[in-house]
Nanobody
Framework: QVLLVESGGGLVQPGDSLRLSCAAS?????????MGWFRQAPGKDREFVAT????????YYADSVKGRFTISRDNAKNTVYLQMNSLKPEDTAVYYC???????????????????WGQGTQVTVSS
C-alpha cells in the first residue's frame, strides 16, 4: 500500500510557475515505482501529464506540456515533483499524483495502469 499526498497547487497568472510535490509513504520501495502526474479539468477526462519510470528510468510528457513542465524525483525523500513553467489558462485542472509498478512504456499514458492515487491539488491559471 502506498499513500500519496500532493501539495503546491494554487492560483497563478498566465506565464507564472508552480512546483507541485507528491510525498509517498508505505512499505514498498519508492524507487521501484513509476511515478506520474495526471490532471482533470471540469467536464473532461483525466489526462496524462508526465511520468518518471522507476529510478534511473526515463521521463515522458504529454505534448501539451513538453518543454514547459519537468517531472523529477528525490528517492531519498520519497517525493516526486512537477515543475510547471509558462503556465497557460488551459493548464487549469486538478492535478493528481499516481504510482504504479510493472508499467510498460506503451502504457505510461493510461491512468488505468497505475495502482495508487493522491487526493489531487487544484491549479488555476487566470488573469
Amino acid at each position: 500500500q502506498v499513500l500519496l499526498v500532493e501539495s503546491g497547487g494554487g492560483l497563478v497568472q498566465p506565464g507564472d510557475s508552480l512546483r507541485l510535490s507528491c510525498a509517498a509513504s508505505g512499505r514498498s520501495s519508492f524507487s521501484t515505482y513509476t511515478m506520474g502526474w495526471f490532471r482533470q479539468a471540469p467536464g473532461k477526462d483525466r489526462e496524462f501529464v508526465a511520468t518518471s519510470r522507476r529510478s534511473g528510468g526515463n521521463t515522458y510528457y504529454a505534448d501539451s506540456v513538453k518543454g514547459r513542465f519537468t517531472i523529477s524525483r528525490d528517492n531519498a525523500k520519497n517525493t516526486v515533483y512537477l515543475q510547471m513553467n509558462s503556465l497557460k489558462p488551459e493548464d487549469t485542472a486538478v492535478y493528481y499524483c499516481t504510482a504504479g509498478t510493472g508499467i510498460i512504456l506503451s502504457d505510461v499514458r493510461n491512468p488505468g495502469r497505475y495502482d495508487y492515487w493522491g487526493q489531487g491539488t487544484q491549479v488555476t491559471v487566470s488573469s
